[in-house]
């Protein structure tokens, strides 16, 4: 229970379903705690008032070290390598369904549940069960991309109330129960940082450096403040909105997005206009593969995001070796980003993904 109004509407469906709920509210971030962006306290005193309201145990757990060691360490990593990760995915994987999950079973439970709009399915399977991970009904709230490296083990002993429900659903139970939580807003950005001013918080831990913003053709157009700082594809805060480069037909300036990183001269390369070739993925190769089955599916033709907010694009899968997948797009992508996950798509079955290299 994280204090949110979906965990909290997750614990009164279970226990309207007849389980017996203990909550458990996760505190993974302990620097700066007390700064005006960590939000823990007051999340704490919500998750203790919802589970009082709702008549379940809560107790809170521990996993600041946990979260340092497997999942900001390997945040770092990546952002020095010049990547740009998604920690919600190893989060998710090394300390919401492995350290949680240990934490739950220790106590007895038969069970971990989360207010992920996700569901699991359980299917026959050579006198067994598979464990499938299907996408939310919500699609608008679809959080399976989030999930993906979820195994065996874990889907079997996880529970998700709210991936049969739309989000506005949700909201509607926490009014009608009358939740201290129900109009709280969602929380958004990295789940350690919060709403805080991201330039100023990678600084303390990162050391970053000023290099220029050069163009495909050589042109220096104005200075990166470390390239740490820039994803693929952004557009804004680059600083050279008043560089106008190639001009449309009206006589204004296409806009500028950034397109590749070059670590070894410290070079940040931009490029005018969204349709740009160098924007322009047909293909991308992932690393650090998991699949959900735990092997690699048998079809071919199948459909990913490289992007939470995605639509599924068309693609095959040109091989899948150890570690390791190739993919291929029917139509070419937009911004691939080193460093994000390529999640792997057969209908509503999210079957696993890796790390965009």
Request: a negative charge; hydrophobic letters at 35%.
């Amino acid at each position: 229970m994280s204090g949110g109004v979906d965990s909290s509407v997750t614990a009164w469906l279970l226990k309207q379903q007849g389980y017996d709920v203990v909550g458990l509210f996760m505190k993974n971030w302990e620097d700066d705690d007390d700064s005006e962006y960590c939000s823990s306290r007051q999340d704490w005193l919500d998750a203790a008032s919802v589970a009082d309201l709702v008549g379940v145990e809560i107790e809170a757990v521990n996993f600041a070290a946990e979260y340092k060691d497997r999942v900001f360490a390997d945040f770092l990593r990546e952002y020095s390598a010049g990547r740009t990760p998604n920690p919600d995915v190893l989060c998710n994987a090394e300390i919401k369904f492995k350290a949680f999950l240990d934490h739950a079973m220790s106590l007895g439970a038969e069970h971990i549940a989360t207010g992920h709009y996700a569901r699991v399915r359980a299917v026959p399977d050579n006198g067994g069960t598979r464990y499938e991970l299907l996408k939310g009904l919500d699609h608008t709230k679809d959080q399976s991309y989030f999930l993906h490296r979820l195994n065996q083990q874990q889907l079997s002993k996880t529970l998700f109330p709210l991936g049969e429900l739309a989000k506005t659903e949700v909201r509607r139970i926490a009014h009608e129960l009358k939740l201290p939580n129900a109009a709280k807003k969602d929380s958004t950005g990295i789940c350690f940082i919060g709403e805080r001013p991201f330039r100023e918080f990678l600084n303390r831990y990162l050391p970053t450096q000023a290099g220029p913003i050069c163009t495909p053709e050589g042109h220096c157009v104005g200075e990166h403040q470390g390239l740490a700082f820039y994803t693929l594809g952004q557009r804004k805060g680059l600083g050279i909105g008043g560089i106008k480069g190639r001009q449309r037909e009206d006589g204004t300036g296409d806009a500028w997005y950034t397109a590749r990183k070059d670590l070894s001269t410290n070079t940040l390369y931009v490029v005018q206009g969204h349709d740009h070739p160098w924007l322009l993925a047909n293909e991308l190769k992932a690393v650090d593969v998991s699949w959900v089955a735990g092997h690699p599916p048998s079809t071919s033709q199948l459909a990913a995001k490289t992007r939470y907010r995605q639509p599924d694009a068309g693609c095959q899968l040109l091989e899948s070796r150890g570690d390791e997948f190739r993919l291929r797009f029917e139509l070419p992508q937009w911004a691939v980003t080193p460093g994000q996950s390529a999640v792997v798509y057969d209908g509503e079955v999210c079957l696993g993904g890796g790390i965009i290299v």
